[in-house]
Structures are given as structure tokens and as C-alpha cells.
């Protein structure tokens, strides 16, 4: 039997109005599976009824994972396992959040109006962006780093573009205004509508937008507070820049493109896709995330398609105020002393790759003084970018945050610093720039300051210790992001989940 479905979010229904659609069916064998909470019997069921919001979450999850799989190919696991819990209706609440276990949604009545996150397929499809980049790169669940947090949120905002255009109707819909202001660029209409009437003023109380003016500055260069829509320093609204990037990647080359069709709006859609892709599986976990992605976007476009939209991505970040640069992210920066005359007689030109055999005691030893490491530990794995092998040395640097928030004395959060290693004329180089401590220290210590400023942080110390994540959640409010947990001994800031309200 057929179902309601609202293809976008339920208060832009001028443009993508109510359809009557036959549901998706079940994911089969091989592939990453939903377990929506709260079934029902198919049927046309009146909006604002939990049958309804069943049928219209379980079909946004679902459309999302089907635009997923459009760009990054067969989903076949989430992070956690093959199956993920989407719950349409937890409860009382202007929020919605993923969290490893599942995708949460809530409802809240203002005035005489009951708001449904979990009916808003921009809300839907948000959340399961978190999901889709914690499945390829969970390493950025805990990172501390300003931007790769602003980098998540945006990535959600940029699933929910791709699945708004993987929709026929929708794009057809919205075509003569993909270059403007439109209802795809926009996010989650209704939700700050809501948020509009429960906290008026605030920042959140305006939608995200995609296609934004808003230009990339350092830390220390934006307010951590501002009106409805304003650019501040919160890594949802932060995020926008690279949201901007990504969807004027999509207009710049849907732009060149022979005729401006329907048909061609999906092919330059998937295209950028597939290239965000591609950056995100290879970004390393560096200072200015958000340039670090653009350029491995240009890189993995010179691999796939020939170089054909660099241009196109290039002139979208500089549009954002990200000079992209790509060829200095792999470019030889600092040599080793102690391998420069180590490699024997046949001396090589040019860039080479390095091997595991490269990474000597020595060798270690000098790259940790490089980057600054405090502890003898380092991770070194062979990694492949833009076709040239090298290895990836991982520092995770402890940082205190004793100066973010009295309650946080003694309290540490950890951060990355990661230096990619290759070989140039016979010595073993720093290929890019590396993650100083200083800049490292001054990054996670102004995320966390932003984090506190906005009520994201538990400060009670989780009974619950170690990482685990089936601790105390439900306990926590929505808008809790992070939690004190006891690790190993040490009182360690962690994420508990990506909240997005
Ligand atoms: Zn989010």
C-alpha cells in the first residue's frame, strides 16, 4: 500500500509538496540496514499521527542511504554493526541526534503547533550524514579539532543536498533557482521555525543555508555568539563554509555544463559527490580541515576525471575564502637529517615513496621532535594518496583543559597531530605541513571553550568508564554533546553524539 512522504522539509511544501509513494523496501542481504522503531501497517496516514511519522522517517532514512550509495557506492555497515536504530519519536524536545546506537528524532508543541524533527527528510538525512562519515572515518568522532567538528556538521548538511537532489521532482522543481536562494541550499526550515517561537534571537533560529556569502577566517577572527544566521564560532554554523563550498562546487559545475537540464543538475550533484567523497576517505586530520578536504577533493579529480572540475572546485573555496593550493598538501616541507645520506649509492630524483622499512628508530625519533610529540607513541600505517604510497605518523597529543572551565580542571581531551612521510631526493621528508603543538593546543582549547559557551558539555564524570557508549545516555539532555569519562585513570572529554539543534 502506498504512504505519505514530504520529499524535503514539511514547511517548504510549496516547492516539494506531500506526495502519495509506494515505500522503499527493506534493505536486503550485504547491505547496512534500519531498524526503524514503532512499526505499522503501510497506509495513508494523516500528518501529525505516529503512523504517519513512522512511514515518513523510515522512507527520509532510507531515500538518504539510496543518495549515499548514489556517490560512495555499496553501504554495507555502520559503525557499530550492519543494522542502526532509527527511533522517529523519543520524546519532548526541539532536537535530533545521532549517537553510534541510532538516529534520535523528537517532537515539541509551541503554541498549537506539535513540531516533528524526525519529519523533516533535511532532518532525517542530516543525521544519517553523521552516520554515513562516522562509517568511513570514525577517527573524527573524538577529535578535538574546531574544524573537523564543523566539518561533521557540514557533512550532514551536505547529505541532505544530495538527497534532495537525487529527487527527480525536486529538481526539476527547483532549477531555475539553483544559482539563488532556494528550499534545497536551505535546511531544516520547520525546526528553526520552532526554534524561532521557543527561543527567539538565537542563533540557531534561522536555517542553514548552503548557498551563504560567508568567507573562512582563523579562530579568534569570529564572535561565539551571535543573532539568527549570523557566522559565529559553533561548528554548525561554521560548518556553512564548507556547506557553501560544496554546493557552489555543485553550481559551478552544473554552470558549465553543455544545457542546464534536470538530467545534468544530477550529474554535476553526484560528481561533487563523489569528490567529497573521495577528500573526506583521504583528508588527513589536520589544522584547516576544511581547505585540507578541498584540496584532496582537486587531487582525487585530477585522478578520476582528469583535472576536468578543478577549476570548478577551486573557484567555489576561493568564493569562501579557501585558496585551495592542492599540490603544496603532498609537497616535500621538511627533511630528515638522520635519513638524508642513508640510502645507499643509487641516488633518486625527485619525489619517491617511502616504505615501512623508511621508519627507523632514528627516523621516529626525529619526527617526533618535528611535530612536537611529548610521547614516545607514535602510529604509523602505510597510506596511499593521490596514488603515491606513504606513511602517516599519528601523534594523539594530550591537552589540558584546565583554562576552558573550573569544572574541567584536571580534565583532558586529546587531538591528533599527523604528519604524512614521503621521500625526496633520497631523504625522508614531512610531505604538507604538520599539526605544531602550539596551534594544536590553542585548536582544541578554543573548540572546547566553544563548546562550554554553548552548553554542549556534561561536566559530571560518567560512572560509566572508558569509551564505552551504552553508558548513561539517556540521562544526558539532547543538546549534550559531551561527556567527563574516566579513561584509564585520566578525567578525558569525550563525545557521547552529534546533536543538531
Ligand atoms: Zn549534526
Request: hydrophobic share 40%; with cysteine; aromatic share 8%.
Amino acid at each position: 500500500m502506498p504512504i505519505h512522504f514530504i520529499p524535503n522539509d514539511p514547511l517548504v511544501q510549496n516547492d516539494f509538496p506531500m506526495r502519495v509513494v509506494k515505500p522503499r523496501a527493506d534493505r536486503g542481504a550485504g547491505k547496512a540496514k534500519l531498524s526503524v522503531q514503532g512499526a505499522v501497517a503501510e497506509g495513508e496516514y494523516p500528518v501529525g499521527t505516529p503512523e504517519f511519522l513512522y512511514w515518513q522517517c523510515r522512507e527520509a532514512a532510507l531515500a538518504s542511504i539510496a543518495a549515499w550509495e548514489e556517490i560512495s557506492g555499496n553501504f554495507s555497515r555502520w559503525q557499530v554493526g550492519d543494522t542502526l536504530k532509527v527511533l522517529p519519536d523519543r520524546g519532548e524536545d526541539l532536537n535530533a541526534y545521532y549517537d553510534r546506537l541510532g538516529l534520535n528524532f523528537f517532537r515539541q508543541k509551541i503554541a498549537s503547533k506539535t513540531y516533528f524533527s524526525g519529519a523533516s527528510t533535511d532532518v532525517v538525512a542530516h543525521e544519517a550524514g553523521h552516520a554515513f562519515l562516522d562509517a568511513i572515518r570514525p577517527d573524527l568522532w573524538d577529535s578535538s579539532r574546531f574544524e573537523v567538528n564543523a566539518f561533521h556538521e557540514a557533512f550532514g548538511d551536505c547529505v541532505a543536498i544530495i538527497t534532495a537532489l537525487q529527487d527527480k521532482e525536486s529538481r526539476v522543481a527547483i532549477l531555475s533557482k539553483i544559482s539563488s536562494s532556494n528550499s534545497v541550499e536551505a535546511l531544516a526550515e520547520e525546526i528553526s521555525e520552532a526554534i524561532s517561537k521557543a527561543v527567539p534571537g538565537i542563533n540557531a533560529a534561522a536555517p542553514r543555508r548552503a548557498r551563504n556569502d560567508f568567507e573562512w577566517g582563523p579562530q579568534g577572527s569570529l564572535p561565539t555568539d551571535g543573532g539568527p544566521g549570523k557566522l559565529i564560532f559553533e561548528e554548525h554554523s561554521f560548518g556553512q563554509i564548507f556547506s557553501g563550498c560544496f554546493y557552489d562546487t555543485i553550481v559551478n559545475i552544473f554552470s558549465g555544463m553543455a544545457s542546464q537540464t534536470e538530467g545534468n543538475l544530477l550529474a554535476a550533484t553526484q560528481i561533487a559527490g563523489k569528490l567529497l567523497v573521495k577528500g573526506i576517505q583521504s583528508a588527513p586530520q589536520r589544522m584547516e580541515f576544511f581547505r585540507e578536504v578541498g584540496r584532496f577533493m582537486i587531487l582525487a579529480d585530477g585522478q578520476d576525471n582528469g583535472g576536468a572540475n578543478r577549476a570548478a572546485v577551486s573557484d567555489a573555496f576561493q568564493r569562501h575564502n579557501l585558496a585551495l593550493g592542492s599540490s603544496i598538501t603532498l609537497a616535500p616541507s621538511a627533511a630528515f637529517a638522520a635519513t638524508a645520506a642513508t640510502s645507499g649509492a643509487t641516488k633518486k630524483k625527485g619525489i619517491q615513496n617511502a616504505t615501512d622499512a623508511d621508519m627507523t628508530t632514528t627516523a621516529k625519533r626525529e619526527l617526533r621532535g618535528l611535530i612536537g610529540a611529548v610521547s614516545n607513541k607514535l602510529s604509523i600505517s602505510k597510506i596511499k594518496l593521490a596514488g603515491r604510497e606513504m606513511q602517516e605518523a599519528i601523534h594523539q597529543r594530550i591537552v589540558s583543559l584546565d583554562a576552558c572551565h573550573k569544572k574541567l580542571e584536571g580534565v583532558v581531551a586529546s587531538a591528533a597531530q599527523v604528519a604524512l612521510v614521503g621521500r625526496s631526493h633520497n631523504a625522508l621528508c614531512v610531505m604538507g605541513h604538520v599539526s605544531n603543538p602550539i596551534n594544536t593546543d590553542k585548536d582544541v582549547i578554543n573548540y572546547v571553550d566553544s563548546l562550554v559557551k554553548h552548553g554542549r558539555i556534561s561536566f559530571e564524570s560518567s560512572k560509566t568508564a572508558g569509551r564505552s557508549m551504552v553508558a548513561s545516555l539517556k540521562d544526558l539532555p539532547s543538546g549534550i554533546t559531551h561527556q567527563v569519562r574516566d579513561v584509564r585513570g585520566q578525567k578525558t572529554l569525550l563525545r557521547v553524539r552529534f546533536a543538531c539543534s
